[in-house]
């Protein structure tokens, strides 16, 4: 486990251990506490038994799914302390960071090193917020920011695989589409929940009296952003649908002209089929009376020749070949 402390308003970070956190978390009136835990559980003695936030002197049982592994996400409110799950986007994966803030402290948890705590720390010492509740702000804010870069960077995927497919349609395209549509499907369902469930603590806080103007402002902006995210993710799953429905139909452009070919072989062999065939049937006519060469060369010959170039002046008047050079 590993602990990192920012004293506020000071903003300079250090590393510390457990029991040194906990003091801290105790006296300090604004901290920040960031603790990073293995990805795999391979501690020994309290570390690996005690809940992450016991451990910190945050005490409450409700608080005991603070650090634990497969926790869904959620927004709680815990006798003063707001209680977070936050997703958190990590090129195609999704990470969660644990929040615990009040209003002198803010801790976060997560599960091996994340980016999100290096950009907060970042913002820390640049912004320097006078309390915990202006500083809960800052992973609020940087958690969309997360999904806003990666939902751009695949809107940008998207639009070059649009515009790659109209040059020339390759069969990987479908699998990066797919892909794509993975990932905003992804973006989506991990975002949705906990948007709502912050969205309903952060409404109930703001229709409180009590509640300062500066941390409505706060809150306003938040949802502002967090609204502005969403959208982008749900333009994000209608491009990819838009892009699969222009694929499929390049698809099916290209079958029409397989079909309009084969149309046209059928309308200059159909007449030559019937001719051969009827021809080759054994009437006492056909085996009797036509027996010289010049019969043979008239009728069997001359009759496909003329069918076949009226076939072909028939293709020529009504434009078809012009069509077909026109699609290609």
Known sequence: MIVTVVSMPEGVGTRTDVEEARRLLATARCLFVDVELPVRESAQGPEATEPVARLLGLGAEEADWFGQPGEPTRADLLEGVLGLVM???DGDQIGYVHVLASERFLVTAHRGP???TAEVTE????EKPRDAVAMLFLPLQEALATFRRATVAALLEVEELEDDM???RTPEQV?????VRRRAALLHRSLLPYLQAVDEVVTRRMLSPHFPEDRQRLARDFQHAARMVLTTVE????AARRTFASYSSLVAGEQNGVINRLAIVSVIFLPLSFLTGFFGMNFTFLTDKLESRDEFWLLAV????AVL?????VLHRTRIWRRLRDDD
């Open 166 to 168: 109209f040059r020339q």
């Open 309 to 313: 170039f009226g076939s072909l002046y």
């Open 235 to 238: 333009s994000l799953q209608d």
């Open 87 to 89: 997703p958190v986007s």
């Open 175 to 179: 699998y990066l589409l797919a892909r």
């Open 114 to 116: 994340t980016a999100l």
């Open 302 to 305: 001359g009759l496909q020749a």
């Open 123 to 126: 913002h820390l010492r640049r």
